[in-house]
């Protein structure tokens, strides 16, 4: 989490002052909002972490379902609490969120009440990387003339294993395996199931690809088209699980 947010950061200080205000890759977000939201992910980490709670916590798949309903309050905070505030001001939150995160001390509670609900400190902190690799590569897409924000390679393979195993909880089964070499590999999906050699079905891609996929970045179809992701085999088409920051499956119509 740290290795990541000290990439963004390093990304945003030599960003150009007139990119901060132009519209970022997400609709309806800044590249300055998409900033403050980042240092609003890292203030809240000593906060959260402090919270204790004797609820039962969530799995980071049934975390990431409460995304969606609360998306809109998100931008909207984001956008009021950057209206007056400068690049470098913003930049400043950022630096001081991401010592804040560093200073957290070890949490050693069952469960901690997030955001989203209970969910464990260790879940919770996988949240984080998710939060940060993914608005990484956000900044990235909204700034396409300029170098890519760095991907920290541990937080990188965290968030791929961690989406790979929300689809292997949200579609249970063994009909088909999902690559995302050298990260990850889950099976999921109902249907026939293999019991040595290949699975019926592969679906491999990079993991960039994969994290736009699952976080509804960039559409299953337009993946395929491109030869972003190369399927083989029955059940490949993972639209009715995308993205996976939603409440569940739904079918291919919507």
Do not use: F
Not at 213 to 222: F, H, K, S, V
């Amino acid at each position: 989490m740290l290795a990541q947010a000290d990439a963004v950061t390093s990304w945003l200080s030599g960003l150009r002052p007139s990119a901060w205000r132009q519209p970022s890759a997400l609709p309806g977000w800044t590249v300055l909002e998409l900033a403050e939201h980042v240092a609003t992910v890292l203030r809240a980490v000593p906060t959260t972490l402090g919270r204790t709670t004797t609820g039962r916590p969530v799995p980071v798949a049934g975390y990431l379902a409460r995304y969606a309903a609360a998306a809109e309050e998100i931008r909207d905070r984001e956008v009021a609490a950057a209206a007056d505030r400068s690049p470098a001001e913003v930049l400043a939150g950022l630096y001081a969120g991401r010592a804040a995160a560093a200073a957290a001390p070890p949490p050693t509670a069952r469960a901690v009440l997030a955001a989203r609900g209970p969910i464990s400190p260790a879940d919770y902190l996988v949240t984080r990387v998710i939060e940060l690799v993914v608005h990484a590569d956000d900044l990235t897409r909204s700034v396409p003339d300029r170098e890519p924000v760095e991907l920290d390679r541990g937080a990188l393979r965290l968030a791929c294993q961690a989406l790979g195993d929300v689809l292997a909880e949200r579609a249970p089964g063994r009909s088909v395996e999902l690559r995302v070499p050298p990260y990850a590999a889950v099976q999921a999906v109902t249907g026939p199931r293999h019991t040595r050699g290949n699975p019926p079905a592969v679906v491999e891609t990079d993991p960039v690809t994969w994290l736009r996929l699952a976080t509804g970045r960039l559409p299953w179809a337009d993946a395929v088209q491109a030869g972003a992701v190369r399927a083989s085999g029955k059940r490949t088409d993972l639209t009715p699980w995308l993205p996976l920051l939603s409440s569940g499956p739904r079918s291919s119509e919507g």
